[in-house]
């Protein structure tokens, strides 16, 4: 069953504040269809388009047009452990996927893509040099 992703009713349910529940499996192709690289969701999952509040009168996170966008960057950030910019890049596409305009893909991508940029790098260069053995007093 192909399911339709500018329809979120048929594979999501609300599940409290700005979160929604996947009640349907999702099977997503990353990158180009060559990759063959594809995410399989499982139903259960919770999940959320995070907008802050003061920007929600600009952003509805309740907008279908960017659920399965919610649905995927969260699967890539918490499940699979991506950085940022690369589960940006899947952002994007879901974006599109699900309906939203060039415009608000652009500007919502560029916001998911740097939002706790400098964290994340601060941790993905900790967890090199840990990793290495960089930074630690060797004698």
């Known amino acids: 069953m192909t399911l ?6 048929d594979w999501s349910a609300p599940a ?3 979160k929604y529940r996947l009640t349907q499996p999702i099977d997503w192709g990353v990158g180009t269809p060559l990759s063959g690289l594809r995410i399989k969701i499982e139903p ?3 999940f959320d388009v995070s907008v802050p509040r003061g920007l929600r009168w600009l952003i ?3 907008n279908p047009k ?3 966008a919610g649905l995927i960057h ?3 950030l918490h499940v699979h452990h991506w950085t940022r910019m690369r589960a940006g890049g899947e952002f994007h596409d879901a974006l599109r996927a699900g309906g939203a305009g060039p415009f608000a893909a652009i500007c919502m991508w560029l916001a998911v893509s740097v939002f706790k940029y400098p ?7 900790s967890a090199i040099a840990h990793e ?4 630690s007093s060797q004698k």
């Open 4 to 9: 339709d992703y500018k329809t979120p009713a």
């Open 119 to 125: 964290i994340q790098q601060a941790k993905f260069r």
């Open 66 to 68: 960017y659920r399965i």
């Open 16 to 18: 409290g504040g700005i």
């Open 74 to 76: 969260d699967e890539l």
């Open 132 to 135: 290495t053995g960089e930074g």
């Open 60 to 62: 509805d996170p309740h």
């Open 44 to 46: 259960g999952q919770t």
